[in-house]
């Protein structure tokens, strides 16, 4: 079934996520109608489910494909290679994965993406800055006390409203179809950097803390972070911050034509608007 992008829905997964939300907002802006799913919604849409996709899919312009919990798991490729299968045969081709960066599962998810016939983009992150704000580290902020396990490398943390602006683009204008943007932020950073950032944006004593990865892997499990995450949290910390991301790309300036946000930015602008309880 063809529907007409003009006035046909773009399908959003995981619209309430980190990414997923700001996207949503900044179609609304353009109003753009879009359809948010996740197990909860009216439509609802579930990756474990896949009877529960094409209902989502049904009279969708495109879809933002964000996979839960990463791409990195087992079975990720051949989820998305299914999906985009899905999507093509109810006549949506446009298609935009969110994926992470020096991850070989997810390069597989990319490539079985660039393989279905899909007019597809791929935003390849680096680690979101708002992982400080709005997810695991967020509690640590709001305690005065980071830890990490040792020996991670320093990254380029991306503000989501970045990649929030280069899936906006991508899905308002043809020209970035079967583009691959790498988006980092412009300055290489260690989790202690970014902490000390965040410390002079909001005015609070933060403390941090490196302690070996299985100590850190104990005391999440303990504080009754689900096992499923705790090991996903490892394999990260482990292998994506092993320093095989110690490096810059453009991938937003070649999307928006303008640098990405730097993390000095991102602080003052999440303490300001009382992320962190300021």
């Avoid at 790309?249 to 034509?257: F, P, R, S, T, W």
């Amino acid at each position: 079934m063809h529907t007409n992008p003009h006035t046909a829905p773009i399908l959003l997964i995981g619209g309430n996520g980190k990414t997923g939300s700001k996207v949503a907002q900044k179609l609304a802006g353009k109003r753009i109608p879009t359809r948010i799913v996740s197990r909860s919604t009216e439509i609802p849409f579930d990756w474990h489910t896949p009877d529960t996709w094409a209902s989502a899919l049904e009279g969708t312009s495109a879809a933002y494909i964000t996979f839960q919990p990463d791409l990195a798991v087992p079975g990720a490729v051949e989820t998305i290679e299914a999906f985009a299968s899905v999507a093509l045969s109810l006549g949506v081709k446009r298609l935009i994965l969110l994926s992470g960066r020096g991850e070989e599962e997810a390069q597989r998810a990319e490539q079985a993406l660039q393989n279905s016939g899909a007019d597809w983009t791929i935003v390849r992150a680096s680690w979101f800055a708002q992982n400080f704000s709005e997810s695991f580290l967020h509690d640590a902020i709001m305690e005065g006390q980071v830890t990490v396990p040792v020996h991670i490398a320093t990254e380029p943390f991306i503000d989501t409203e970045d990649i929030a602006d280069v899936v906006v683009a991508a899905l308002s204008d043809p020209a970035h179809i079967g583009k691959l943007y790498e988006v980092t932020g412009p300055k290489l950073l260690s989790f202690e950097e970014a902490v000390s950032e965040i410390a002079s944006a909001t005015g609070k004593n933060i403390k941090y803390q490196q302690v070996p990865l299985d100590q850190y892997a104990e005391a999440a499990a303990s504080s009754g972070v689900p096992e499923e995450l705790v090991s996903l949290i490892m394999f990260l910390f482990s292998t994506v911050l092993d320093g095989r991301n110690q490096n810059i790309c453009n991938g937003v300036e070649q999307a928006l034509g303008r640098p990405a946000t730097d993390f000095t930015s991102y602080a003052q602008r999440a303490a300001l608007s009382g992320a962190w309880g300021v």
